[in-house]
T-cell receptor, first 116, second 112 residues
Framework: GAVVSQHPSWVICKSGTSVKIECRSL??????MFWYRQFPKQSLMLMAT?????????EQGVEKDKFLINHASLTLSTLTVTSAHPEDSSFYIC????????????FGPGTRLTVT | ELKVEQNPLFLSMQEGKNYTIYCNYS?????LYWYRQDPGKSLESLFV?????AVKQEGRLMASLDTKARLSTLHITAAVHDLSATYFC????????????FGTGTSLTVIP
């Protein structure tokens, strides 16, 4: 149980375009989802926290107009990178927290974004 | 802001040897997690430590938590090549809304 999927697993896009990444909890309801970014050989940096049905909370330094997060249902959150630039190339990982189990986060497999 | 530091950042060890990775954090916490990450992959949960003095073991890995010292250790016993990966600790602060703060990571290479 407690499986989180991400789609796509990797994506290449051209500079200036937008790309959407989906994060789904497959067998549980996720009241909260988290989006992380990881650059090569670095740690995970939290970008934003989203609660179902409300606006996401962004970490300091993360542009909310550039990284649009939507958590429209208890099983789906999306991250849209708008007007992507090569410096947005990174590994994006989502995690989900199940309702009533606040001590655990279940991580998705990650999405590799390359902006050319 | 809660800061989490791991030591060492890079570790190269021979098969069969023992070693310990340290995770220090800067503020009060009652939950600490250890994860493994293989290249190009996401995180694999290893241990969840929920109280002071907690010790958990799985195979050649053993994790412990000392909340008073704000320190967790991940001990590797008789390392094998399959343990080569990057290991992260993550801490949840008491007043941070269950947000995870990740350590810097320790890249472990086990040499045959």
């Amino acid at each position: 149980g407690a499986v989180v999927s991400q789609h796509p697993s990797w994506v290449i896009c051209k500079s200036g375009t937008s790309v959407k990444i989906e994060c789904r909890s497959l067998d549980f309801q996720a009241t909260t989802m988290f989006w992380y970014r990881q650059f090569p050989k670095q740690s995970l940096m939290l970008m934003a926290t989203s609660n179902e049905g409300s606006k996401a909370t962004y970490e300091q330094g993360v542009e909310k107009d550039k990284f649009l997060i939507n958590h429209a249902s208890l099983t789906l959150s999306t991250l849209t990178v708008t007007s992507a630039h090569p410096e947005d190339s990174s590994f994006y990982i989502c995690s989900a927290r199940e309702a009533g189990r606040s001590y655990e986060q279940y991580f998705g497999p990650g999405t590799r974004l390359t902006v050319t | 802001e809660l800061k989490v530091e791991q030591n060492p950042l890079f570790l190269s060890m021979q098969e069969g040897k023992n070693y310990t990775i340290y995770c220090n954090y800067s503020t009060t916490s009652d939950r600490l997690y250890w994860y493994r990450q293989d290249p190009g992959k996401s995180l694999e949960s290893l241990f969840v430590l929920l109280s002071n003095g907690a010790v958990k073991q799985e195979g050649r890995l053993m994790a412990s938590l000392d909340t008073k010292a704000r320190l967790s250790t991940l001990h590797i016993t008789a390392a094998v090549h399959d343990l080569s990966a990057t290991y992260f600790c993550a801490v949840v602060g008491l007043n941070t809304g269950n947000q995870f703060y990740f350590g810097t990571g320790t890249s472990l290479t086990v040499i045959p």
